[in-house]
């Protein structure tokens, strides 16, 4: 008996020793999960400005801000222990008698509160499953609690608790459950405000203030009489709180989770970021719960003000839609319809007799849709109709398409030209996570029009064939495809200018002086010039998007205002390549760079050498002089307010004007409306139209209509309180020449319509004196062709009556000098773009 007893305590000796040891050597493996310092909950990535002002936040089932125990104020600590462990800081992890007051509840069925201390709370949520009722749970639940007491202060401990416990919708810790009920930081909370937040450690579901106010409202009042007898406040004080906190609660406001309930400042940039981020996280980076702070382009100020002016021009392109719409239904209505019944009757075409049928048809339609679906829908849901549901919901998809197709949209970005910094993003109407992400200023394949133009102009200008001054023929004309089908331009309304000056032209927005440049310089070197511009590298890329037709040299292609705003900051910083950027540096949590994109963009940048010059400065220059053109006195005059919106005041009073060139583009359906432009600071490009194919804005909203004044605008407001900046001009390769207006040569003392100043790359400036307004000039024609006397054989005299050519006897013998002019689009000892016909023949 004795060796049995004696083996028996041997073997109990070694039991307790093994779970002691094994207890032991679990604790200390779970030393660097309770060491705060490398505590790693889920947290949510931190997405902020430029300026270090946070845009918004991603996470995903749990948000949370970590804080100090220093940054929170002493009345929210002393709710927390009234409520949840008066005697904290005078235990050792565990309180016999509340232990024995949650045993007695246990057996009488009474709630007496839960007899865990605020470090048992601790140890179990990070240790043990405290969804398990069981007596194994609290042992190791005070096991760890015991061991937190003899490795940490009772502030670390008390610290972890109040940034780790779940406290509401998906928010965990004070900092985020105080910004999710009461929209401001712990470190501003009122006395009222921390009772309530403290009753939600024990039960966030039931006394959660936005669901079950009143339940609070009982809890919360409890929790500040204890406050009160344990002397953390007085009664007086309380009251207050609690009287203020009830009179302005908002009892509309609804429990959503945090994810949904979360502020975003910019969500277009936001949603822009968020998927950057799914291209450069690699292994296990989750940014929904490792807590990165990504510090990005983006400048809030700018993004502001692009939401409002992009808000107010959808709304005018809607409204002035809605409304020419309506006309144009009427007018044909009103007008064709009796004219179409007329005919059908007449010629017994009953297949389009019925158009008075159809069009009853088409209204009754379009009334159901909008006015009996709705109520046939809720009559559906009440009535649990499966089929009558399924039919209108088809009906309200029809509406939405109907809608969709119908819905003036519009994009914005804005680039800063010495970094390529992305300042803001507006990417259509109004984003919805459901229904609108997509980001059309970045995504949208869209015709830019006439605002492509610049594009191929520049890559003109290196030629050498084409000048600022060079004289152009705007006439109507015929251009032959490479596969030989005829293409035929028109200017806007239809208009002919007659003869026009290459950068009036531009100004202008003329179509058919524009395709004659494209035509004069080839496809190739077009395309190549706007591929470089736009950074498209990829030949396939380039081959899809510029096919090589007549057509393109009028923007009929798909680009996206990002690429257009990226082309025209090349213009605006002395032709080196901009690469836009919206991420800046990624960090961890502690604060350790893990990403610094934008070093990596500037190294390849650098990589380059002098590959990053896609245009010489000179021509950058030249372009962006030419392009103030249109801002000046072109289709931008009126959208930059004739010049006052870029009239600014310093510090001392004195106003100055800071440059701005642009370009507008509307495609030749008016399908689509855009404005380029750029200052020496930044660059923005917008665009309005639909998102699908075949409606038309219409005469009345147009690129100068719509979209300048909308730049205009926001061009003004980002550029407050920035000091004078000019365009850099190359110090070599660029002169000014006062020009005549008219014939784009040196002006004589006879030209009487005008001079304009041009910027013109070195050796390519006029160097003759205007032959239009000289004392020489033969003959004028309608077409305004020129002819000197010099160009006829016979010799020639002008009439001092009415300053007709006296032409003398026999001239026309021999045409052999005209007819060969004729054959020449350009004349080789005028540089003059010829028509296809002699013009005193005709």
């Given at each position: 008996?004795?060796r049995?007893?004696?083996g028996?305590?041997?073997?109990?000796i070694?039991?307790?020793?093994?779970?002691?040891?094994?207890?032991?050597?679990e604790?200390?493996?779970?030393?660097?999960?309770?060491?705060?310092?490398e505590?790693?909950?889920?947290?949510?990535t931190?997405?902020?400005?430029?300026h270090?002002?946070?845009?918004?936040?991603?996470?995903?089932?749990?948000?949370r801000?970590?804080?100090?125990l220093?940054?929170?104020?002493?009345?929210?600590?002393?709710?927390?222990l009234?409520?949840?462990?008066p005697?904290?800081?005078?235990?050792?992890?565990?309180?016999?008698?509340?232990?024995?007051r949650?045993?007695?509840?246990?057996?009488?069925?009474?709630?007496?509160g839960?007899?865990?201390?605020?470090?048992?709370?601790?140890?179990?949520?990070l240790?043990?499953d405290?969804?398990?009722y069981?007596?194994?749970?609290?042992?190791?639940?005070?096991?760890?609690a015991?061991?937190?007491?003899?490795?940490?202060?009772?502030?670390?401990?008390?610290e972890?608790y109040l940034?780790?416990?779940?406290?509401?919708?998906?928010?965990?810790?004070?900092?985020?459950?105080?910004?999710?009920?009461?929209?401001?930081?712990?470190?501003?909370?009122?006395?009222a405000?921390?009772?309530?937040?403290?009753?939600?450690?024990?039960?966030?579901?039931?006394?959660?203030?936005?669901?079950?106010?009143?339940?609070?409202?009982?809890?919360?009042?409890?929790?500040?009489?204890?406050?009160?007898?344990?002397?953390y406040?007085?009664?007086?004080?309380?009251?207050?709180s609690f009287?203020?906190?009830?009179?302005?609660?908002?009892?509309?406001?609804?429990?959503?989770?945090?994810?949904?309930?979360?502020?975003?400042?910019?969500?277009?940039?936001?949603?822009?970021?968020?998927?950057?981020?799914?291209?450069?996280?690699?292994?296990?980076?989750?940014?929904?719960?490792?807590?990165?702070?990504?510090?990005?382009?983006?400048?809030?100020?700018?993004?502001?003000?692009a939401?409002?002016?992009?808000a107010?021009?959808?709304?005018?392109?809607?409204?002035?839609?809605?409304?020419?719409?309506g006309n144009?239904?009427?007018?044909?209505?009103?007008?064709?319809?009796p004219?179409?019944?007329?005919?059908?009757?007449?010629?017994?075409?009953g297949?389009?007799?019925?158009?008075?049928?159809?069009?009853?048809?088409?209204?009754?339609?379009?009334?159901?849709?909008?006015?009996?679906?709705?109520?046939?829908?809720m009559?559906?849901?009440?009535?649990?109709?499966d089929d009558?549901?399924?039919?209108?919901?088809?009906?309200?998809?029809?509406?939405?398409?109907?809608?969709?197709?119908?819905?003036?949209?519009?994009?914005?970005?804005?680039?800063?030209n010495?970094?390529?910094?992305?300042?803001?993003?507006?990417?259509?109407?109004?984003?919805?996570a459901?229904?609108?992400?997509?980001?059309?200023?970045?995504?949208?394949r869209?015709?830019?029009?006439?605002?492509?133009?610049?594009?191929?102009?520049?890559?003109?200008?290196?030629?050498?064939?084409?000048?600022?001054?060079?004289?152009?023929?705007?006439?109507?004309?015929?251009?032959?495809?490479e596969?030989?089908t005829?293409?035929?331009?028109?200017?806007?309304?239809?208009?002919?200018?007659?003869?026009?000056?290459?950068?009036?032209?531009?100004?202008?927005?003329?179509?058919?002086?524009?395709?004659?440049?494209?035509?004069g310089?080839?496809?190739d070197?077009?395309?190549?010039?706007?591929a470089?511009l736009?950074?498209?590298?990829d030949?396939?890329?380039?081959?899809?998007?510029?096919?090589?037709?007549?057509?393109?040299?009028?923007?009929?292609?798909s680009?996206?205002?990002?690429q257009?705003?990226?082309?025209f900051?090349?213009?605006?910083?002395?032709?080196?390549?901009?690469?836009?950027?919206a991420?800046?540096?990624?960090?961890?949590?502690?604060?350790?760079?893990l990403i610094?994109?934008?070093?990596?963009v500037?190294?390849?940048?650098?990589?380059?050498?002098?590959?990053?010059?896609i245009?010489?400065?000179?021509?950058?220059?030249?372009m962006?002089?030419?392009?103030?053109?249109t801002?000046?006195?072109?289709?931008?005059?009126?959208g930059?307010?004739y010049?006052?919106?870029?009239?600014f005041?310093?510090?001392?009073?004195?106003?100055?004007?800071?440059p701005?060139?642009?370009k507008?583009?509307?495609t030749?359906?008016?399908?689509?409306?855009?404005?380029?432009g750029?200052?020496?600071?930044?660059?923005?490009?917008?665009?309005?139209?639909f998102?699908?194919?075949?409606?038309s804005?219409?005469?009345?909203?147009?690129?100068?209509?719509?979209?300048?004044?909308?730049?205009?605008?926001?061009?003004?407001d980002?550029h407050?309180?920035?000091a004078?900046?000019d365009?850099?001009?190359?110090?070599?390769?660029?002169?000014?020449v006062t020009?005549?207006?008219?014939?784009?040569?040196?002006?004589?003392?006879?030209?009487?319509?005008?001079?304009?100043?041009?910027?013109?790359l070195?050796?390519?400036?006029?160097?003759?004196?205007?032959?239009?307004?000289?004392t020489?000039?033969?003959?004028?024609?309608?077409?305004?062709?020129?002819?000197?006397?010099?160009?006829?054989?016979?010799g020639?005299?002008?009439?001092?009556?009415?300053?007709?050519?006296s032409?003398p006897?026999g001239?026309f013998?021999d045409?052999s000098l005209?007819?060969?002019?004729?054959?020449?689009?350009?004349?080789?000892?005028?540089?003059?773009?010829m028509?296809?016909?002699?013009?005193?023949?005709?």
């Amino acid at each position: 008996m004795i060796r049995i007893l004696a083996g028996f305590v041997m073997l109990l000796i070694v039991v307790i020793g093994v779970s002691v040891g094994l207890a032991l050597a679990e604790t200390v493996n779970m030393r660097n999960q309770e060491n705060f310092q490398e505590f790693s909950p889920a947290l949510p990535t931190k997405i902020l400005d430029r300026h270090g002002v946070l845009i918004t936040e991603f996470s995903a089932d749990e948000k949370r801000e970590l804080v100090p125990l220093s940054f929170l104020p002493q009345h929210l600590i002393n709710a927390t222990l009234a409520r949840e462990d008066p005697e904290f800081y005078r235990h050792r992890g565990f309180s016999i008698r509340g232990i024995a007051r949650a045993l007695y509840g246990q057996i009488t069925g009474q709630n007496l509160g839960g007899g865990s201390t605020i470090t048992q709370q601790v140890a179990g949520t990070l240790y043990t499953d405290r969804t398990e009722y069981s007596l194994r749970r609290k042992i190791w639940e005070l096991w760890y609690a015991i061991q937190m007491e003899r490795r940490y202060t009772k502030n670390e401990i008390l610290e972890i608790y109040l940034n780790y416990m779940y406290m509401g919708p998906g928010v965990y810790g004070v900092e985020a459950a105080s910004k999710y009920f009461f929209n401001h930081s712990a470190k501003d909370i009122t006395l009222a405000e921390s009772a309530l937040l403290v009753i939600q450690l024990s039960s966030p579901a039931k006394y959660n203030p936005l669901d079950n106010p009143n339940v609070a409202m009982e809890r919360q009042r409890a929790v500040l009489d204890k406050m009160i007898a344990l002397g953390y406040a007085t009664k007086e004080e309380a009251d207050a709180s609690f009287r203020e906190y009830w009179d302005n609660y908002d009892y509309t406001r609804q429990s959503v989770a945090a994810y949904y309930h979360r502020e975003d400042k910019a969500p277009w940039f936001s949603e822009y970021v968020r998927r950057e981020l799914d291209g450069m996280m690699y292994g296990t980076m989750d940014y929904y719960r490792d807590g990165y702070t990504v510090l990005t382009s983006l400048d809030l100020a700018h993004q502001e003000a692009a939401e409002k002016y992009m808000a107010q021009g959808l709304e005018k392109a809607n409204k002035v839609y809605n409304a020419s719409r309506g006309n144009r239904f009427v007018y044909a209505e009103r007008t064709f319809f009796p004219i179409v019944n007329l005919l059908s009757v007449f010629f017994d075409m009953g297949g389009i007799y019925g158009t008075a049928a159809a069009r009853n048809e088409a209204q009754a339609m379009n009334r159901y849709t909008k006015t009996i679906n709705p109520l046939v829908d809720m009559a559906a849901v009440f009535f649990d109709l499966d089929d009558l549901k399924t039919l209108t919901s088809k009906g309200f998809a029809d509406l939405k398409d109907q809608a969709d197709q119908n819905l003036v949209e519009g994009s914005l970005v804005c680039i800063e030209n010495e970094t390529g910094y992305i300042t803001a993003i507006v990417g259509g109407s109004k984003y919805d996570a459901a229904t609108n992400q997509l980001i059309r200023a970045t995504q949208g394949r869209l015709m830019p029009g006439s605002s492509f133009k610049p594009l191929y102009y520049s890559a003109a200008l290196d030629t050498r064939k084409f000048t600022p001054s060079t004289l152009i023929y705007d006439i109507p004309i015929v251009f032959h495809n490479e596969d030989g089908t005829p293409y035929i331009p028109l200017n806007f309304r239809g208009e002919w200018k007659g003869s026009v000056l290459f950068y009036d032209a531009l100004a202008q927005s003329m179509n058919v002086p524009s395709l004659k440049v494209l035509d004069g310089i080839g496809f190739d070197v077009a395309i190549n010039r706007a591929a470089s511009l736009m950074g498209i590298t990829d030949p396939d890329v380039i081959r899809r998007t510029f096919p090589r037709v007549y057509p393109m040299g009028l923007g009929i292609i798909s680009v996206a205002p990002i690429q257009m705003a990226r082309a025209f900051a090349v213009f605006a910083n002395q032709g080196r390549a901009v690469t836009p950027l919206a991420i800046r540096v990624i960090e961890d949590r502690n604060g350790k760079v893990l990403i610094d994109n934008e070093r990596a963009v500037r190294l390849a940048q650098q990589e380059k050498g002098k590959d990053i010059q896609i245009i010489s400065p000179q021509n950058a220059y030249v372009m962006t002089s030419l392009l103030r053109k249109t801002v000046e006195a072109g289709t931008l005059r009126s959208g930059s307010g004739y010049g006052s919106k870029f009239v600014f005041k310093d510090e001392n009073g004195e106003a100055f004007r800071i440059p701005a060139a642009g370009k507008t583009g509307t495609t030749q359906n008016w399908s689509d409306a855009w404005t380029v432009g750029f200052t020496p600071y930044y660059t923005t490009a917008i665009w309005f139209g639909f998102d699908r194919p075949g409606n038309s804005l219409g005469l009345d909203l147009t690129g100068a209509t719509l979209a300048g004044p909308v730049w205009g605008d926001f061009m003004r407001d980002i550029h407050q309180g920035l000091a004078k900046k000019d365009f850099v001009r190359p110090v070599t390769g660029v002169v000014d020449v006062t020009v005549c207006a008219r014939s784009g040569l040196i002006p004589t003392e006879s030209c009487n319509e005008g001079t304009v100043t041009l910027s013109f790359l070195s050796g390519t400036q006029p160097d003759r004196y205007c032959d239009i307004h000289s004392t020489d000039t033969l003959f004028t024609g309608i077409t305004g062709n020129r002819m000197s006397a010099g160009m006829f054989s016979g010799g020639a005299t002008i009439d001092a009556d009415n300053g007709l050519p006296s032409l003398p006897a026999g001239l026309f013998d021999d045409m052999s000098l005209f007819n060969e002019a004729a054959e020449e689009e350009t004349d080789p000892d005028y540089g003059l773009d010829m028509p296809d016909y002699n013009p005193l023949l005709d």
